[in-house]
């Protein structure tokens, strides 16, 4: 176990852009992907993002994203983690898998969790330099970089969804029902 030994890896070859693997699983598992070309237009991306969908300017937010202008592109910003009442969610995340299309979140007290889980909409900004091929990848990373995982790590692989009830898929039960991720340099 010390070892951390990485076990069989899938028997297909990923293709050799990771970005491209990763946007083609977003749209498969129903997230939807957008670029922006510096960390300061992601509020621009956003308001375009919620206007598409007819969503109301106001997101809640990671305390790390706060500074960025989210009033200068008319968003309305709660700075503060996620309750019942918040219609979208805006956050960062530790790294995402190209394989999947997955973002991995870890829960950290600055880093809430109920701000990706708890609104219909979580937007999650991803930069392009943590993103990763596999799993075991992202694992190794957690191990360099934070040494002991957090209490949670939790895995978003496009909106949330079911079949309990008479296998009829229910998107949105246990989550957001829309997953949107903003890729940045």
Known sequence: MREHEIGPLPGIALPPDGLTQFRNECERLGSTCAEALRLEDVPREVASYLASKQLEPRVVLWHELASLDWAGAGIAIDDRPANGTDRVGVTGCFCAIAETGTVLLLSLPSRPKATALLPETHICIVSKMRLLDTMEEAFARIRNEVGEP?????????????????????????????????LVP
Do not use: L
């Open 150 to 182: 957090p209490r949670a790590t939790y895995f978003v692989s496009g909106p949330s969804r079911t079949a309990d009830i008479e296998q009829t898929i229910v998107v949105g039960a246990h989550g957001p029902y829309r997953v949107h991720v903003v």
